[in-house]
């Protein structure tokens, strides 16, 4: 079982920054792919962002260029710095688990932080 708390979510002016963490509660060295979500209201949840345990890195397209996932192995944390904002990228971010140490592939999930993109 993998905890995960995010936090640094809030309200933002259009073209402002956020940096967004997620705390595992075990080493993120040993699961596969670490990652953050997102889910507007009225819409599914969808990616933005995954890096693997060797680093390797895959974004949305609309994120690509401002968006910035890293991990920091010695935090057990996974930052997501999101600059150049937009009101579009306003929904609940959620930290995502995707690990596999055997035949069986487990998701585990965040309780998600609100990012609110407004003038």
């Known amino acids: 079982q993998v905890h995960l708390v995010e936090s640094g979510g809030g309200l933002v002016h259009p073209g402002g920054s956020l940096r967004l963490s997620c705390a595992a509660s075990q080493s993120i060295l040993s699961i596969n792919h670490m990652g953050w979500y997102r889910q507007a209201p009225g819409k599914q949840r969808e990616l933005v962002a995954t890096?693997?345990?060797?680093?390797?890195?895959n974004y949305a397209d609309s994120v690509k260029g401002r968006f910035t996932i890293s991990r920091d192995n010695a935090k057990n944390t996974v930052y997501l710095q999101m600059n150049s904002l937009k009101p579009e990228d306003t929904a609940v971010y959620y930290c995502?688990?995707?690990?596999?140490?055997?035949?069986?592939?487990?998701?585990?999930w965040g309780q998600g932080t609100q990012v609110t993109v407004s003038s």
């Open positions: 890096i693997t345990r060797g680093g390797s890195t």
């Open positions: 995502n688990a995707h690990t596999w140490p055997g035949p069986i592939v487990y998701d585990y």
